[in-house]
């Protein structure tokens, strides 16, 4: 509730007017509305914003740290960001109640950030997933999706912050991004993790238990993933926000080609590749003809 925000408004090119999320999370704060600058803001998407090829950030986080995932200082802080250090006074009793920042010691940072954040945070290029995907069913709902920097009508360019509830692979290059999230969303990967995985722990695991052949710009299969990949995210796009028939339709299509290119890299039949998509359809539907 602290750290979560909304923006209201810009006040010069660096300061903006903002509101606390007071009312979320388990323990809640009261609520504030402040300038401080917006170097430290960053928007911020959540497990339930993201769909196969497609996320949508309606929040923004304040992260008082450096591009490593290091606290800043109160010296840097005071110097560098008063207005956020000042609006963190607001919160200091509570800040100092998280039983994380108990654990990391009295001699840490109060408004510190005791939670799983380094460099790849920052990572220009995420492909992500829910960690949670829903109630146990047995059909592990897995799918992903390649968060890109964007320009923000608040913020200007920045990169988009996946939530703790998110698993992210980081990347600096956006074909490769692209490339991955088209294998981890074909029907030959689907397959694997539904076979082994429970919606209540879909971590980073499947990236050790899923060989992924790594990206190779020369490879014409590896570029022509990359290429879909991005289609199918404007076609997602479309059917998300404009809930476009027509884009479902090419999406499919898309799919489809996704499909056969991946088989084609993991030397997988058509015959093959059909079972698999049969086997897919009866773990996420039932019995089918």
């Not at 009312?23 to 509305?33: A, F, L």
């Not at 992210?168 to 689907?190: G, K, M, R």
Request: net charge positive; proline share 3%.
């Amino acid at each position: 509730g602290a750290y979560y925000i909304r923006i209201l408004s810009i006040q010069t090119k660096n300061l903006v007017l903002i509101e606390n999320l007071f009312d979320i999370g388990k323990k809640k704060v009261k609520r504030v509305e402040s300038v401080v600058e917006s170097d430290l803001i960053y928007p911020i998407i959540r497990g339930r914003e993201v769909k196969k090829w497609y996320g949508i950030y309606s929040s923004y986080v304040i992260l008082p740290t450096d591009k490593k995932g290091e606290n800043l200082t109160e010296s840097i802080m005071k110097v560098k960001f008063p207005k956020t250090y000042k609006y963190f006074l607001e919160f200091k009793k509570d800040l100092e109640l998280r039983s994380l920042y108990k654990l990391a010691g009295k001699d840490k940072i109060w408004y510190g950030l005791y939670v799983n954040i380094g460099d790849y945070t920052f990572a220009p290029y995420k492909v992500v997933w829910k960690n949670i995907a829903g109630k146990i069913s047995g059909k592990a709902e897995f799918s992903a999706a390649v968060l890109t920097p964007t320009n923000d009508k608040f913020l200007g360019v920045k990169v988009i912050i996946p939530n703790v509830k998110l698993m992210l692979i980081p990347f600096d290059d956006e074909s490769e991004a692209y490339y991955v999230c088209s294998v981890l969303n074909s029907s030959v990967v689907q397959l694997i993790v539904s076979s082994y995985v429970i919606e209540t722990g879909i971590s980073t695991h499947i990236t050790k238990n899923v060989y992924i052949p790594k990206f190779n710009p020369k490879n014409k299969l590896h570029l022509k993933l990359s290429d879909l990949s991005k289609k199918a995210h404007e076609l997602a796009k479309r059917y998300y926000e404009q809930n476009d028939e027509d884009a479902k339709k090419e999406l499919e299509k898309i799919e489809e080609e996704i499909d056969k290119t991946v088989a084609e890299i993991y030397g997988i039949t058509d015959e093959e590749l059909e079972e698999i998509k049969k086997t897919l359809k009866i773990l996420k539907e039932g019995e089918i003809e």
